[in-house]
């Protein structure tokens, strides 16, 4: 993993809050949504069928535990689990807890409303907060 590197989009647009054995574990900068990104510590991946069988397991249960932290701190309508990289190539999967009450449901939530920062010091708080329901 010493070659692994984030890709800057990712960089710029997250927020670490932890590292998984395999993913780091990503806070979207948008407070709209309670939004993670996991991004496996593999090089030149991407697509889930890239990686190794063994990664592929890792993975699924990290998005698994992932899911069930925001579960537990959120109770949303919904899960919203994607790895799109459309715009990103380096492989990622978005969880994202929906509620039938935010502005994009039921859509997708790209480009639906502006990305809404987090007020000074709330994804921090966040953070903390999350880390023990996410295993971290």
């Known amino acids: 993993m010493t070659d692994f ?33 996991l991004v496996p510590q593999r090089r030149d991946i991407r697509e889930i069928h890239e990686l190794p069988p063994e990664d592929r397991a890792v993975l699924m249960e990290e998005i698994v535990r992932t899911t069930q932290g925001l579960q537990a701190r ?22 994202i807890a929906r509620f039938a009450t935010d502005p994009a449901w039921p ?3 790209w480009g639906k409303v502006p990305p809404r920062p987090y007020a000074a010091g709330e994804a921090e708080k966040l953070i903390v907060s999350l880390r023990p329901l996410l295993g971290l």
């Not at 990712?10 to 590292?19: C, M, P």
Request: aromatic share 6%; hydrophobic share 50%.
């Open 5 to 37: 590197a984030l890709h800057p989009q990712l960089a710029a647009d997250t927020l670490e809050v932890g590292r998984y054995p395999l993913c780091r574990v990503l806070l979207m900068m948008d407070a709209t949504y309670p939004w993670l990104v």
């Open 74 to 95: 959120y109770n949303p309508t919904k899960l919203n689990v994607a790895a799109l990289g459309n715009m990103v190539p380096q492989l990622h999967v978005h969880v």
């Open 107 to 109: 859509g997708p939530v």
